[in-house]
């Protein structure tokens, strides 16, 4: 079993700047490639960003590429997702996830989901 808990969500301004983490607790979190997944009000659930175990790989979506970056720090059992010139379509609440399947896009190929933490952008 593997416990995720996000952080770091908030206020931001269109222009600025957040940085979310989630830490891991239980299972081998270095083992498993992450992702980090959002939904905003009355939509589904869409693929934000992706990282393998090793943090050697990386996978964006094309609305959040060169904006946004995924790393992670399996030291410390983190994955942070740094989220600069944010725009008020970024509104939403993130999700971390591991990654068990192989499909790095789809929430189909992710177990063990975060609680979520809301992120606000106003323009």
């Known amino acids: 079993q593997v416990q995720l808990v996000e952080s770091g969500g908030g206020l931001a301004q269109a222009g600025g700047s957040l940085r979310l983490s989630c830490a891991a607790s239980?299972?081998?979190?270095?083992?498993?490639?992450m992702g980090w997944f959002r939904q905003a009000p009355g939509k589904e659930r869409e693929f934000v960003a992706a990282?393998?175990?090793?943090?050697?790989?990386?996978y964006y979506a094309d609305s959040v590429k060169g904006r946004f970056t995924i790393s992670r720090d399996n030291a410390k059992n983190m994955v942070h997702l740094q989220m600069n010139s944010l725009k008020p379509e970024d509104t939403a609440v993130y999700y971390c996830?591991?990654?068990?399947?192989?499909?790095?896009?789809?929430?189909?190929?992710?177990?063990?989901w975060g609680q979520g933490t809301q992120v606000t952008v106003s323009s």
């Open positions: 996830a591991v990654r068990t399947g192989s499909t790095y896009y789809s929430d189909l190929s992710y177990d063990y």
């Open positions: 990282i393998s175990w090793s943090g050697g790989s990386t």
């Open positions: 239980g299972r081998a979190f270095s083992a498993n490639p």
